[in-house]
């Protein structure tokens, strides 16, 4: 069974750091596209950055481009988000999602990361 | 804001027959194909509708899609209480070189 665990969210500081992580079971994330979506209270889905290892691509969203990094460890089968200069904007439920057979075609269950002074 | 539009809110009473629209530009929906997904209170989304108007294994026959030009609809039939949640499309944009989704309709059921 397909399961993706996020984790690391919390409380932070503006201008702070955080690190997310998605672990990954029921299949290997080595072939296949993984991405970061999120969703601030109340809002739709904003899609942040996608991750092939096969193509050695990634892609980043304009407002997110130049301060996260998204990454993988084929090894321990997990995605990560390194997210640094945090802005009061990135307030959201952050989703970990992977592409198997279509877009998005799994979701992990999302983690909440606040950006407050 | 978000670079596909779809409306707020939408409603229906059970039974009924509901359709939810999403418009995009030649970047996104010129070439690129439309996907739904549906996220029930409290929940992670979860994929409905991919390629336009193709049903992942699981998804009812009720919910169907389809493109014409630059705008989508999603349309529900035989509308149910646990249809009640939000539904977002999404498309893949060439001028970002990213996805981009709709802003989300909250679908009531009466």
């Known amino acids: 069974e397909v399961q993706l665990v996020e984790s690391g969210g919390g409380l932070v500081q503006f201008g702070g750091s955080l690190r997310l992580s998605c672990a990954a079971s029921g299949f290997s994330i080595s072939p296949s596209w993984m991405h970061w979506v999120r969703q601030a209270p109340g809002k739709g889905l904003v899609w942040v950055s996608r991750s092939h290892n096969d193509v050695s691509t990634t892609n980043y969203a304009d407002s997110v481009r130049g301060r996260f990094t998204i990454s993988r460890d084929d090894a321990t089968n997990t995605l990560y988000l390194q997210m640094n200069s945090l802005r009061a904007e990135d307030t959201a439920v952050y989703y970990c999602a992977y592409t198997m057979s279509f877009p998005f075609d799994f979701w992990g269950q999302g983690i909440l990361v606040t950006v407050s002074s | 804001q978000s670079v596909l539009t779809q409306p707020p809110s939408a409603s229906g009473t059970p039974g009924q027959r509901v359709t939810i629209s999403c418009s995009g530009s030649t970047s996104n929906f010129g070439s690129s194909l439309v996907n739904w997904y549906q996220q029930l209170p409290g929940t992670a989304p979860k994929l409905l509708i991919y390629?336009?108007?193709q049903r992942p294994s699981g998804v009812p026959d009720r919910f169907s899609g389809s493109k014409s030009g630059p705008s989508a609809s999603l349309a529900i039939s035989g509308l149910q209480s646990e249809d009640e949640g939000e539904y977002h499309c999404a498309a893949w944009d060439d001028s970002v070189n990213g996805w981009v989704f709709g802003g989300g309709t909250k679908l009531t059921v009466l």
């Open positions: 390629s336009n108007n």
